[in-house]
Nanobody, 124 residues
Framework: QVQLVESGGGLAQVGDSLRLSCTPS??????????MAWFRQVPGKEREFVAA????????DYADSVKGRFTISRDNRKNTVFLQLNSLKPEDTAVYYC???????????????WGRGTQVTVSS
């Protein structure tokens, strides 16, 4: 079973930056063949898309709410995907999840492997 492991969450102030990382553990994952994405969820709300990056970083997509503030990137040599969070706002407070999917993945149900999440809390 492939497990994705997120790290880098924590407590931040408004305007601060954080960098999240995600790497697979357990059964070997051919990392460079998967689209990688970040989602987030606030208690009581549905999990929402944040950003996605294609296997070789050719295509990158962002939710409108994070465009210009967050940056997704990946290092296939290190089997790691990153999410740089800049200019943090209180509404960015959520549990952030990493996910891996086939290159044709579009919606959440298309993603095959998920992490357990890392908490990001932004205080004003």
């Amino acid at each position: 079973q492939v497990q994705l492991v997120e790290s880098g969450g924590g407590l931040a102030q408004v305007g601060d930056s954080l960098r999240l990382s995600c790497t697979p553990s357990g059964r070997t994952l051919v990392f460079s063949t998967f689209i990688m994405a970040w989602f987030r969820q606030v208690p009581g709300k549905e999990r929402e898309f944040v950003a996605a990056i294609s296997p070789h970083s050719i295509r990158i997509d962002y939710a409108d709410s994070v465009k210009g503030r967050f940056t997704i990137s990946r290092d296939n040599r290190k089997n790691t995907v990153f999410l740089q969070l800049n200019s943090l706002k209180p509404e960015d407070t959520a549990v952030y999840y990493c996910a891996a999917g086939n290159p044709t993945a579009v919606t959440q149900v298309d993603y095959l492997f998920w992490g357990r999440g890392t908490q990001v809390t932004v205080s004003s």
